[in-house]
C-alpha cells in the first residue's frame, strides 16, 4: 500500500516537523525616511534659490545689465620728436611699460654733430660779445679823451692866432719904422753926397751917412722879412685853427661813437642769444633721440625695426593705459 508523501506530513507527530522560515515583509520605515529627506533638500534650494534672487535684487536694484558691452581705452600713439634711424628698440608688443621707460633708440650721430657745431657758434658768439664790451669800453674813453684834447687843442690855436695877428701888427709896425729910418737915412746920404761935391763935408762924415743909409737900408728888409714870417705864421695859425675845430668836431661825435659801440654790444648779444636758442634746439633734438613712453600702459601695435628710418609722421607703436579704460554698452530696452 503506498502511501503518499501528503499523508505522512499530515500523520507525522507535530514535534517532528521543522518549521519553514518565510522571508519577512519590506519595511515601511525606509521609503518614508527618503520621501522625507527629499523634500527637505527641495524646500533648501528653493529657500536658497530665493535668498539669491534677494540678494540679486538688493544689489542689482537701480542698475542695468545687458550682454551687448565691450571695454573701450584711450591709445596713445608713439611716434619719434626727429628723423632717424633706429638702433635698438627696446619693447615687444604686450609689454607693460612704465611712464619715462625707454622704448626706442635712435642713431645720435648727425645730432651730435649738429649739437656740437651750435656749441661752437655759442662759443663764437660769446668772443664778439666781449670783444664787442671792450671795445665799448675803449671808445667811451677814448672819445672823452678825444674830446678834450681836442678842445685844448683849440684854445692853444686861437691862442696862437691872436700872437700871431699881433706879431703881424707889431712887424708892419717896425717895417713903417724902419722905412722912416730908411728914408731919412737915405735923404741924408743923399745931401752928404751933394756937399762932399762941393767940398763942404769931411769924408769920415760922408763914410758915416752911407753906413746909417745902409744900416737903415737893412733894418728896412729885416722888418719886412719879419713882416713876411709873421704873415705866414699867421696862415699857418690859421690853418691850425682849422684843423682844431675839425678835431673838435669829429671829438664832439663821440656820443655817437659809443652809441655805435653800444649798439655794436646789442648786435653781438643778439648773436649769443641765437646761438644760444640754436643749441638749445640741438640739444633737445639729441634728447628726442631716446623715445620714452610717456604714460603707463601696454605696448601694442608696434611697427617699428632695429635700423628702420622713421619720421614724426609716422607712428612706431601705440601704448594703451590700462588706467584709463571703460564699458560702452548698449542697455535691453
Known amino acids: 500500500m503506498s502511501v503518499t508523501t501528503s499523508a505522512l506530513r499530515e500523520h507525522a507527530p507535530r514535534e517532528a516537523q521543522t518549521p519553514v522560515a518565510e522571508a519577512p515583509p519590506a519595511s515601511p520605515a525606509r521609503p518614508r525616511f527618503r520621501q522625507r529627506r527629499s523634500t527637505q533638500v527641495f524646500a533648501g534650494l528653493t529657500a536658497l534659490a530665493a535668498v539669491g534672487a534677494l540678494g540679486a535684487w538688493v544689489i542689482g536694484r537701480g542698475k542695468e545689465s545687458t550682454d551687448d558691452a565691450q571695454v573701450e581705452g584711450r591709445v596713445v600713439s608713439i611716434s619719434p620728436r626727429v628723423a632717424g634711424q633706429v638702433e635698438k628698440v627696446l619693447v615687444i608688443d604686450n609689454q607693460q611699460v612704465k611712464q619715462g621707460e625707454l622704448l626706442v633708440q635712435l642713431d645720435t650721430r648727425d645730432l651730435d654733430a649738429k649739437l656740437a657745431s651750435a656749441r661752437a657758434d655759442v662759443e663764437s658768439a660769446k668772443a664778439n660779445l666781449a670783444s664787442a664790451q671792450v671795445n665799448l669800453k675803449l671808445t667811451r674813453a677814448n672819445s672823452e679823451a678825444s674830446l678834450r684834447q ?64 745902409e744900416q737903415a737900408r737893412a733894418a728896412l728888409e729885416q722888418a719886412r722879412a719879419r713882416l713876411a714870417s709873421t704873415e705866414a705864421n699867421l696862415t699857418s695859425s690859421g690853418g691850425g685853427l682849422t684843423t682844431a675845430q675839425g678835431r673838435l668836431a669829429a671829438a664832439e661825435t663821440a656820443p655817437d661813437q659809443v652809441k655805435s659801440a653800444e649798439v655794436a654790444v646789442q648786435a653781438a648779444q643778439a648773436r649769443l642769444d641765437q646761438a644760444q636758442a640754436a643749441y638749445d634746439l640741438a640739444a633737445l633734438n639729441r634728447s628726442y633721440a631716446e623715445v620714452r613712453a610717456p604714460v603707463d600702459g601696454v605696448v601694442s601695435r608696434r611697427t617699428v625695426e632695429q635700423g628702420q628710418l622713421v619720421a614724426p609722421e609716422r607712428p612706431m607703436m601705440a601704448l594703451v593705459p590700462l588706467q584709463d579704460v571703460w564699458v560702452v554698452a548698449n542697455f535691453k530696452e
Open 150 to 213: 681836442a678842445r685844448g687843442g683849440l684854445t692853444m690855436a686861437s691862442s696862437g692866432v691872436q700872437a700871431t695877428r699881433s706879431a703881424l701888427a707889431q712887424a708892419r709896425a717896425e717895417v713903417d719904422a724902419a722905412g722912416a729910418a730908411d728914408r731919412l737915412a737915405q735923404a741924408d746920404w743923399v745931401r752928404a753926397q751933394e756937399l762932399a761935391k762941393a767940398g763942404a763935408i769931411a769924408r769920415a762924415d760922408i763914410d758915416a751917412r752911407r753906413a746909417r743909409a
